[in-house]
């Protein structure tokens, strides 16, 4: 490796297969990624034109986290301004403001009464937190007993152990672990359709299982409403109004997973618990909550659940991250926040989802197409088979777009702040994406 100067395209790339790992990549790597020189508003710079373009429109935000854009005079502002305030102290016996103020603002956001913050490292963690503090919860209650989770099939909860154990346990990524894994109780997945009419049946099904499982059940853990990396399916809200009830009745904790649906990204409501009317007892944040500048998550919780577990024999919360709360990000979430609430993002995610209603509605009438749906800023094409990812993909930049497929899916989230232009152009590559795939 030359000691001086920028690495060219070229050693990077050999370097890279050689040494990095990419998310559910082999080693070394086998497809050749792109490398990104920089990015700025809604375009990623290519240190070298792909398929003819340099810059692409990011139809993905980053996983789902680039709200705001790249690049932002404001999130960099609020980064610059904390760095050369300290970038990081541990967070035992020490606090700071923008941690205390993220904290206090998320709880104001959030539905009541989710009164309590703990400030994670990513959405993993702030899902493994979850699940140990319903654990810890019925423990310090003397009901050791209840330590299983119940969750529906479909679900995505992030990649490390206990949340791998309540993702969909046949279709998804970490189907090689079972038997390793906690064994938990799964439900059918939701009927499709954010507006279809609830199944009676299914709700019962909900119910009964819940109620049969109480005695073993420290909690019911879901996606809501958007069911994302499990297969991007959406389902009424009623289903969460059933789950609220029969935990309510049953002595069940509800815990709602909204590293991906929260901030607006769902339409209409911050987060995808409010189009049901219904508080969990536990919620996570993640993705989205430092605008796709940093690493940061959050769980909250009510006070029942923090006054429980407080009342215990170990009357803590065993959990501490070296670089919880960690302030940079802290400072940069609570920046990207208060930027979103300052501006009308309602009307933006609105004018985004009719956007994606008409500029994907075309994809409709290809052959091997199953379905088209959009929800607030999230478009949807399903195929009837395996999305050929390299041809898609290759379709879409092309195109001058980027877009990751997986599965069967052709998806797109991209940032609020998306011109009509660069979202007409981000559903035309879609379109050439599902088709070529
Ligand atoms: C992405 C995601 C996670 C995991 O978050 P990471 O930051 O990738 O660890 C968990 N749950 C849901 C719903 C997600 O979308």
Redesign the pocket.
């Known amino acids: 490796m030359p000691d001086e100067g920028p690495l060219s395209p070229g050693e990077l790339l050999d370097l890279d297969r050689r040494h990095v790992w990419h998310p559910y990549g082999p080693m070394p790597g086998t497809a050749e990624p792109l490398v990104v020189e920089s990015a700025a508003g809604v375009r990623l710079r290519l240190a070298e034109p792909a398929f003819g373009q340099r810059e692409l429109v990011d139809g993905m935000a980053s996983w ?1 986290s680039a709200l705001h854009g790249y690049n932002h005079p404001v999130l960099n502002a609020a980064a610059r301004d904390q760095l050369d305030r300290m970038s990081h102290v541990m967070f035992g016996g020490l606090t700071h403001e923008p941690a205390v103020r993220l904290a206090t603002r998320l709880v104001g956001i959030t539905p009541e009464p989710l009164r309590h913050v703990f400030l994670a490292d ?3 963690v702030s ?1 493994e937190v979850a699940i140990k503090m319903c654990l810890q919860y019925w423990r310090s209650l003397g009901r050791p007993a209840k330590r299983r989770l119940l969750t529906w099939r479909g679900g ?4 490390t152990w206990h ?1 791998m154990s309540v993702c969909d346990p046949d279709g998804g990524m970490h189907r090689l672990w079972s038997g390793a894994l906690p064994r938990q109780i799964f439900a059918g997945a939701p009927p499709a359709g954010f507006d279809a009419p609830p199944e009676p049946g299914y709700a019962a099904s909900l119910r009964e299982l819940v109620a049969t499982h109480a005695g073993e059940l420290a909690a019911v853990i879901v ?1 809501p409403v958007v069911q ?2 499990g297969g991007m399916r959406f389902h009424s809200p009623d289903y969460l109004r059933v789950l609220r009830e029969a935990c309510d009745e049953h002595d069940v904790l509800l815990v709602f ?1 909204e ?2 649906t929260g901030f607006g990204r769902t339409g209409g409501v911050l987060f995808a618990a409010d189009h049901a009317g219904v508080a969990p007892d536990v919620m996570c944040v ?2 989205a909550l430092t605008g796709g500048y940093l690493s940061m ?1 959050a769980t909250l919780c009510t006070p029942r659940v923090a006054e429980g577990i407080s009342r215990g024999e170990v009357p803590v919360l065993a959990h501490g991250p070296t670089f919880m709360a960690n302030p940079l990000a802290a400072a940069v979430a609570g920046a990207s926040v208060d930027l979103l609430l300052a501006g009308d993002w309602a009307a933006e995610v609105k004018r985004i989802e009719t956007g994606l209603r008409d500029g994907l509605a075309p994809a409709a009438e290809l052959p091997g197409v199953r379905d088209v749906r959009v929800l607030g800023a999230i478009g949807v094409i399903q195929l009837d088979h395996r999305v050929e990812m390299a041809a898609a993909t290759a379709a879409a930049v092309s195109r001058g777009v980027w877009l990751r497929p997986f599965g069967d899916l052709v998806y797109t989230m991209p940032p609020y702040v998306t011109d009509d232009a660069d979202l007409a152009l981000i559903c035309g590559a879609a379109c050439a994406a599902a088709e070529a795939g």
């Open positions: 789902w990513s959405g993993s899902v995505y909860h992030g990649d949340p996606e994302n990396a997973d590293i991906a993640g993705k998550a």
